[in-house]
C-alpha cells in the first residue's frame, strides 16, 4: 500500500429506496492518519452513506475500494474483517452486559479445543482493562454493566473496542451529538489520539464545531447530494456552516424575512381588519 | 502508558467494590433467598410430617427436576429475548409419539424417542424461523403453536388409538436399557434429579462461560445492536427454540417411562410454570438479563411449595395462591436487585 492509496474509497455511490433518492453520486475517501469529516443536516444521507461504508446496505450505483481494491460487502461482518469498524449512534452495546462481555460480543477470545472450547473470561477482563486504560477511562471493575457508564464513556468503549480488533478506518456516528460539552472534548481527544495511531476516521457530525477542531477534510451532504469536500485550509467553520444550512435557501429566507419586517405594518393591519369583521 | 502502572491502578481500583454488594445485584438472588425462606417454613411448619424425610425430599426435588429440565432452556431463550409457550403442548406431543409409536407400530424404544426429538426439532425451527422471518413476537407465534400441537396430539391420539391416554407401555419397555437412564431411581430419588442437575451445570456452563452464552446475552439485549458487531443473532434464537422443544421431549421420555403411560394433556400450564421460574430466577421478560441458575431455584421453589403444602395438610388447592404471590414478590425483589446493579459502581 503506497501512501497515497485511501484506505476506503467510494466513487460515485447512489442509493434509493424505492422512488426516493437517498444518496446520488457521493465520493470521497480517507487516508491512514487523516480525520474525514462528513457533515449534513437531518435527512441529509449521512446515515445512508454509513451504512453503506459499513456494509449494513449495499449501493444501487457506484464503487467501493479498499487500499485500492475495488469490492461489495454482503454483511456488515465482511466490514469489520477488513478493518472498517463503525460505532453506530446507538453504539452496539448492551446496557445491562458487562463491559467485558460488550467489548468482547461478537469477537469473543477462546480457550480449550472441541466440546471445551470456551470463553476466556479472565484474559477478556485483563485486555478490556488495558484497553480502557490506555485510551485514557478508569473503569473501576469491568465486570459491571454498560449501564453504569455515561454517555462519553461508553463511546470510549466503543471506540477502544474498534481499535483493539484491529480497525484501520474508524467511522463515528454522531459521536458527540449526545454529549454534554466536557463529554465531547474527551470524546474529541479520543479521535485525535485514533488519527496519531495512523488509523483513517471517517466522523459523521452536524455540529460544525466538533468537526473543524480534529478534521482535515470536510464533506458537506444535502438532500443526498454532496455540496462539495473542502480541505481545512481553504475553508473556514463559518462556510461549512454555511453549506451545511444550504447556503442560497438561507440567504432566500433572509432576504424573505427582510421582507416582511418591511410590510409589517401593513400585515398588521390586515389582521386588525380581520378581527373586527369577525366579531 | 507504561504497562505496570495500567495494571496497579487498574487492580486498585477492582478492589473497591466489596464482595457482598458484587454478590447482592446477582439476578439469582431473590430465588435463592426464597430457596431457602420456603425451605425453612415448610421445615417448621410440616417438618414432622414428613417434609424433611428422604420420602418428602426426593418427591419435592422430583417436581422440581421435571419443571428445571424444561425451565432452563426456557430460561436461556427468555434471556436470548423470546419466550416458547409451545414447550407444554410439545410434551403432550412427544409423549403420545413415544407411546403410540411402542404400543402400536411396536417400533423399539429408541426409535419412537429418536422420532419425537426429531419431531421436536421441526418445531422448534419452525417456531424459531417464523418468529425471526416475520419479526412477529414470539409470545404471538408459539401461542398459536401451543394450541396447533395440543390439538393435533388429541386428534391423532383419537384417530390412532381412540383413546386419549395409551398405557401398557411397560411391557414394550420393561427391558429397554433406556428404562434406567431416564425413569431409574439412586438411592430412592430418581434420576430425573441428575438429569435436572445436569442441564443445569450446562446451561450455565454455555451461558456463562462460552461464546455462544455471551451471544445469547447480545441477543436478547438488544438484537440490533449485536448483529451489528457480528453476532448471528438469527441462528442463536433459533437453535435456542430448538433447545427449548428437546428439553420437553427428555421431560416426556421420562414421565412416559415413569409412569408406563402417556396422556394428550400432559404438560399443560407447564409453559408458563416454566417462565414463572425463569422470571423468579431473575430473568427478565424483555430478554438479555438472567442466570440459569436462577431458573433451577425458581424450579426448586415450585417443587418444594406444590409437595410442601401436601406436607402441611392444608387443602393443596391453596398451592396456586402460594404460586402467584410467590410470582409477584420475587419480580418486585429482582426489580430492586437491577435498579442496583445499574447503579453499582
Redesign the interface.
Known sequence: MTESTPLVEVRDVSKYFGSVIALEDISLHVKAGEVMCLLGDNGAGKSTLIKILSGVHQPDKGAYLIDGEELWFESPRDAIDRGIATVFQDLSMIPLISITRNFFLGREPTKGKGPLKRFDVAFAERITREELSNIGIDVRDTSQPVATLSGGERQAVAIARAVYFGAKVLILDEPTSALGVKQAATVLRYIARAKEQDLGVIFISHNVYHAHAVGDRFTVLDRGRSMGTFEKDETSIEELEKLMAGGKELDELTAELQENGSSESEATTAQSNDQESNE | ?T?SA??S??DE??R??STLR?WLTRPELAAVAGSILVFIFFAVVAGDSGFLTSGGTSSYLEVAAQLGIVAVPVSLLMIGGEFDLSVGSMVGASGMIIAIGTTQYNLPLWVAVLLALAFAVIVGLFNGYVVVRTGLPSFIVTLGMLFALRGLTIGFARLITGRTQVGGLEQTTSGSPLQPIFAGSIGGFPISILWWLGLAVLGT?FL????F???I??AG??A????????PVNRVKITLFVCTACSAVLLATIQVLAAGSADVLRGQLLELQAIAASVIGGA?LTG??GSVVGAVFGALIFGMVSQGIFFTGISTDWFQVFVGVMLLVAVLFNNFI?SR?????
Open positions: 502508558m504497562q495500567t495494571e491502578t487498574a481500583r477492582v473497591q467494590v458484587k456452563w456463562q462461560r462460552t461464546t452464552g455471551n451471544w446475552f447480545g439485549g438488544d440490533t445492536a449485536a448483529r451489528n458487531v457480528g453476532v427478565l438479555g438479563y437491577r446493579a445499574q447503579e453499582a459502581r
